[in-house]
C-alpha cells in the first residue's frame, strides 16, 4: 500500500543554519503534497504545500521542493531560528481519495 | 482556514469505560476525519465521517471500539469504546474536502486510560 518515509527522525542544527527534511512516497498518482508543523502540546499547523504540477514553492524562509520522477519532496528552512524547533510532518494523499498518510516526524531542534 | 474546535480537551478515565469526543467546526465541510497520535508518534487515520452514510474505517480500527456519528456538516464525534491503557493517545478530528483542499486540525483531546 501506500507509504511515506521521512528523514531524518531528528536533526539539531546551529541557529542561523538550514536545515532539510526530506521525504520519499510510493504512489506516483500522488499530486499534493503539505507539510505541518507541530509544537509541543499543539495542534499540527500547515505551514506549506506543493501540488505536483510545481517544482519548487517558497515563502520567506520556508520551501518545499519536489522530484516527481524520484518520488521525493524535502522541506527547506533557511536561516533557522529558535522559535522554528518541533515537530515536523509530510503527508501525501492517499491515490483517488482525499485522505492523508503522514510520514513519521522529524523533530527539529535550533540551538542558540 | 476553518475554526475546528474539540470537546474535551482532556480527560482522565478508568479503563472499560467509553468516552465521546465532540468535533465542531464553524461552517460547512465535506468530510471529518479522525487520526490517533500516541505518544511520540506520527498522525494514524482512524476513519472517515460521512455526513449521511457510515464511516470509512482505516484497516486496523473497527466500529464497535470507535464508533463514529457525523449527524450534520460542521459537527462529528468519536467515541472511545471500552478503553484500556492502550489507547491513551490524542485524538484529533480535520476537516478535508475537495481535491487539493488543505486539511485543517482541531486541538486534540488528550485521553489519560488508568
Known amino acids: 500500500g501506500e507509504n511515506v518515509e521521512q528523514h531524518p527522525s531528528t536533526l539539531s542544527v546551529q541557529e542561523g543554519d538550514s536545515a532539510v527534511i526530506k521525504c520519499t512516497y510510493s504512489d506516483s498518482a500522488s499530486n499534493y503534497f503539505p507539510w505541518y508543523k507541530q509544537e509541543l502540546g499543539k495542534r499540527p499547523q500547515l505551514i506549506i504545500d506543493?501540488?505536483?504540477?510545481?517544482g519548487e514553492k517558497k515563502d520567506q524562509r520556508i520551501a518545499v521542493t519536489l522530484n516527481k520522477t524520484a518520488k521525493h519532496f524535502s522541506l527547506h528552512i533557511t536561516e533557522t531560528q529558535p522559535e522554528d524547533s518541533a515537530v515536523y510532518f509530510c503527508?501525501?494523499?492517499?491515490?483517488?481519495?482525499?485522505?492523508?498518510?503522514f510520514g513519521t516526524g522529524t523533530r527539529l531542534k535550533v540551538l542558540a | 482556514s476553518a475554526v475546528i474546535s474539540q470537546k474535551p480537551s482532556r480527560d482522565i478515565c478508568q479503563r472499560g469505560t467509553s468516552l465521546t469526543i465532540q468535533c465542531q467546526v464553524d461552517?460547512?465541510?465535506?468530510?471529518m476525519f479522525w487520526y490517533r497520535q500516541q505518544p511520540g508518534q506520527s498522525l494514524t487515520l482512524i476513519a472517515t465521517?460521512?455526513?449521511?452514510?457510515?464511516?470509512?474505517?482505516e484497516s486496523g480500527f473497527v466500529i464497535d471500539k470507535f464508533p463514529i456519528s457525523r449527524p450534520n456538516l460542521t459537527f462529528s464525534t468519536l467515541t472511545v469504546s471500552n478503553m484500556s491503557p492502550e489507547d491513551s493517545s490524542i485524538y484529533l478530528c480535520?476537516?478535508?474536502?475537495?481535491?487539493?483542499?488543505?486539511?485543517?486540525f482541531g486541538p486534540g483531546t488528550r485521553l489519560t486510560v488508568l
Open positions: 503527508a501525501t494523499h492517499f491515490s483517488g481519495t482525499y485522505k492523508y498518510i
Open positions: 506543493i501540488r505536483s504540477n510545481v
Open positions: 480535520s476537516t478535508g474536502g475537495t481535491s487539493y483542499n488543505e486539511q485543517f
Open positions: 461552517s460547512q465541510v465535506t468530510m
Open positions: 465521517a460521512n455526513q449521511g452514510s457510515e464511516a470509512t474505517y
